[in-house]
């Protein structure tokens, strides 16, 4: 099976679905391996100990949502160790 590395879905699911969609993808990030297949292919993600989680919740009156995304790095991000060079023009501070 080809490898992918972007996977989207959508579907209409009921309350008892959705759940065990998200207790199957809290399982699948508590071992540690996410995989996401299709006919095309499969995309395989490995959560790292630290996770970024951003939740988001609105009701617009005939519309309600909730939002979460969870992101992490692989690889830990490279930082500087100088300062920035930042400009100023004379005699102003």
């Known amino acids: 099976m080809k490898s992918k590395t972007k996977f989207s879905h959508d579907s209409l699911l ?7 969609l998200l ?3 809290a399982n699948a ?13 499969e995309l395989v993600l490995s959560p790292q100990q630290l ?17 979460v995304k969870i992101k992490w790095r692989t690889k830990e991000k490279e930082l500087s160790d100088t300062p920035p060079k930042i400009k100023t023009k004379a005699g102003k501070r």
């Open 51 to 67: 996770l970024q989680v951003s939740l988001r919740a609105s009701d617009e009156g005939d519309k309600q949502e909730v939002e």
């Open 14 to 20: 009921d309350r008892q679905s959705t759940q065990e």
């Open 29 to 41: 990030i508590n071992k540690g391996e996410l995989a996401f297949q299709e006919s095309e292919g």
């Open 23 to 25: 207790i199957t993808l």
